[in-house]
């Protein structure tokens, strides 16, 4: 038995090694350190101190902020673009993956300040990219430093939402579809999963699971029984409106809380618990629930999180800086 566990946890770490010296497959970046450290200096500082208030009111936002991040990014890249808003209803936020995204009026009102300082500057993607990273070490999370120098676009389309943003169903080989598409890695997409170590989901986002999830009145196998007892206590089926939190281990604290809960079986998305079907994702779950891996999720969350922020960047000449990030474009 013993001799089997050890070489169970030899074979993780063998795996983790091929996954931690897997590159990570960007190209250079056009953004640089402290892109504004002459035309705007301090920007950062006052982009974390309004942050800091607004936190302080709202515990959730930090969440809302680093998955506003993503959004962007993922749909036609990290240029504020899912922020402008259409009245006939075809820009971005309008799609239905976007449905519970938060935060855009904390964007705005950082973006306010940012402009009391220094007028046209800075770019509301850098902003976002800015809070992205503040939400995570506000809460506990890895402190990187961000790239900037990105430029907004102004041509926000709904169907760049719907084909980019990775579906909550989706198994391994869906989800490293979705970020091969972005240039990230296999380790990219197991590691800025992690990023469900805040926040929460809508019964929607996972109630397939609870009721009649194979066509025979049954839960999804993949969910630990007592625990799908729970949710479905909570999330009664057309629940619209209730919250679940995604690492209920610790909510409101960016740690290795996540991986805890996939492990136990209480992933909500069907996205999480698929991790644990694939031999080199389960090794990765597995050795950040060692009780010893947290500097080395921290590295790789900040290593992923710099390579998701080069998505789709534009730069030069390319795009502008707006006064306002969410105007209306059509
Ligand atoms: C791997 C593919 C991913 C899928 C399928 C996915 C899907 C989802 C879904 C369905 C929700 C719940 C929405 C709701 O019901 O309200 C959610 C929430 C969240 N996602 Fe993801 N996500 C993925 C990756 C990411 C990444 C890469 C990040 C950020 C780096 C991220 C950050 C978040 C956060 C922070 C929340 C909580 C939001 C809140 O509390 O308002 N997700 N995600
Ligand atoms: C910051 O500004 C100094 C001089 O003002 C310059 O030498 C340096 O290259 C700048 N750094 C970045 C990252 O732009
Ligand atoms: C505080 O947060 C609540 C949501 O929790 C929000 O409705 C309210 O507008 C916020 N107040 C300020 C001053 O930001
Ligand atoms: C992280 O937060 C601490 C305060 O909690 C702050 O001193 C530090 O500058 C922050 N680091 C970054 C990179 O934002
Ligand atoms: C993953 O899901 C896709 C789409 O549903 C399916 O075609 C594929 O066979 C699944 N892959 C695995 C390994 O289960
Ligand atoms: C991925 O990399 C290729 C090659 O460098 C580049 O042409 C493409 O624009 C990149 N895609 C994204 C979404 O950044
Ligand atoms: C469960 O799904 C099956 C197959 O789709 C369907 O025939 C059955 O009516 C469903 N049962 C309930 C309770 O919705
Ligand atoms: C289910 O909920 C009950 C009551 O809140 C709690 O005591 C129990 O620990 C929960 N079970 C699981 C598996 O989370
Ligand atoms: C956990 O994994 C790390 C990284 O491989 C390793 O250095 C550490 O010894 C492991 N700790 C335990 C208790 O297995
Ligand atoms: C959108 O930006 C491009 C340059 O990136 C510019 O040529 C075009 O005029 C802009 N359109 C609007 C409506 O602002
Ligand atoms: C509504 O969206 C369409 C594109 O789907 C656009 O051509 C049209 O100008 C928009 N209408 C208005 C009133 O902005
Ligand atoms: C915040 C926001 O704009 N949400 C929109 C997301 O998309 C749905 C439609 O799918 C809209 O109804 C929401 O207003």
Do not use: W
Request: proline share 4%; hydrophobic share 40%.
């Amino acid at each position: 038995m013993a001799s089997q566990k050890i070489e169970r946890l030899l074979l993780a770490v063998l795996v983790v090694a091929g996954l931690t010296t897997m590159s990570s497959g960007t190209t250079s970046s056009p953004l640089q350190y402290d892109y504004y450290n002459a035309t705007c200096p301090g920007v950062e500082e006052v982009v974390r101190t309004e942050l800091v208030a607004l936190f302080g009111n709202d515990s959730t936002l930090p969440a809302g902020l680093l998955r506003l991040h993503f959004h962007d990014c993922f749909a036609a890249g990290c240029d504020a673009t899912i922020m402008l808003k259409s009245h006939n209803g075809t820009a971005q936020r309008d799609a239905d993956p976007n449905s519970t995204v938060r935060g855009y009026e904390a964007i705005e009102a950082i973006k306010a300040k940012v402009e009391a300082a220094c007028p046209l500057v800075v770019s509301c993607a850098d902003i976002m990219a800015m809070a992205a990273r503040d939400a995570v070490n506000y809460t506990m999370g890895p402190a990187y430093q961000v790239e900037t120098g990105r430029r907004d676009g102004n041509v926000s389309r709904k169907e760049d939402a719907l084909r980019f943003l990775p579906p909550a169903d989706g198994n391994v080989s869906v989800l490293l579809d979705y970020f091969a598409v972005q240039n990230l890695t296999y380790k990219d997409m197991v590691v800025l999963s992690a990023a469900h170590t805040l926040g929460v989901a809508h019964c929607p986002s996972f109630s397939d699971r609870l009721y009649n999830y194979s066509g025979a009145g049954d839960v999804d196998p993949r969910l630990d029984a007592a625990y799908a007892a729970n949710l479905t206590a909570a999330c009664p089926a057309g629940n619209v409106a209730t919250v679940q939190p995604l690492d209920p281990v610790s909510p409101y604290t960016f740690d290795l809380g996540y991986y805890q809960t996939v492990y136990n079986r209480e992933a909500l998305l069907a996205s999480d618990a698929a991790l644990l079907d694939d031999s080199l994702s389960f090794a990765y779950v597995q050795l950040m629930t060692n009780g010893s891996s947290l500097s080395i999720f921290f590295d790789d969350f900040a290593a992923s999180m710099i390579n998701m922020g080069r998505i789709g960047v534009r730069t030069g000449t390319d795009g502008e800086i707006r006064a306002t990030c969410s105007i209306y474009v059509d």
